[in-house]
């Protein structure tokens, strides 16, 4: 068994699940911006949310909006926003979660209040936030959540690694996050991209792994 470094160590006591872009657009099979091999990975992320919920910790489901005008859209991507070919749309069903993820079929994103920086309280502990780039913590209130919370961990899955996962990983690195990374439950993952992740730190865990100690936590409550 390797040595266990006590900086870096998940702490699944204060530990915060975040589900990155698990949007409509973006997984279901045939959707406008499908990322390939998303809805492979809800199955995973859906069990996470649930141990997550089991157990009384926290949840934030963090999701992109795109403007009808393009305005906060990233630069990458405004040329053809402004050309009609914008995507999760704010009060659009193809912005909204999936409904695996969700605690009930009826919640849904509160775009006016996302878009203006407020967290949408969708549960006991669970709650939804929108980012305006990459990064989940860029100009958002994740910073302060996590503050309130006393959380020291974050554990990250979702949509696309190379894009909105890595960053939020990064931007947590840099603020003394303690960070675990679930690769079996986000799309887009790739073997380089996880030997950079342990180089920074980030501790590399199963959907099984994470639930199992999730749930002997609980039982031992």
Not at 47 to 66: D, G, T
Not at 126 to 148: C, N, Q, S, V
Not at 172 to 193: K, M, N
């Amino acid at each position: 068994m390797g040595i266990v470094n006590g900086y870096l160590e998940p702490d699944l006591s204060s530990a915060v699940l975040l589900t990155i872009d698990a949007q409509r657009d973006f997984t279901l099979p045939g959707a406008p911006a499908e990322i390939s091999g998303t809805a492979e990975v809800v199955p995973g992320m859906r069990r996470l949310v649930r141990a997550f919920r089991q157990s009384n910790r926290p949840v934030v489901h963090v999701v992109r909006l795109y403007r009808p005008d393009g305005s906060n859209v990233d630069l990458c991507r405004r040329y053809d926003a402004e050309r009609g070919k914008c995507v999760v749309l704010p009060e659009t069903d193809g912005a909204e979660l999936v409904d695996d993820l969700k605690p009930s079929p009826q919640v849904r994103l509160d775009a006016g209040s996302l878009l203006d920086g407020g967290l949408q309280q969708i549960g006991p502990s669970e709650w939804i936030m929108y980012k305006p780039r990459w990064g989940a913590f860029y100009r958002t209130p994740l910073e302060e959540h996590l503050r309130d919370l006393h959380a020291n961990t974050v554990v990250v899955c979702g949509c696309n690694f190379p894009n909105c996962p890595r960053a939020t990983i990064y931007e947590a690195s840099e603020r003394d996050l303690r960070i675990a990374f679930v690769p079996d439950a986000t799309s887009g993952v790739y073997e380089q991209g996880l030997g950079e992740l342990e180089n920074i730190g980030v501790k590399l865990a199963s959907v099984d792994e994470l639930s199992q100690k999730l749930t002997a936590e609980l039982s031992n409550t």
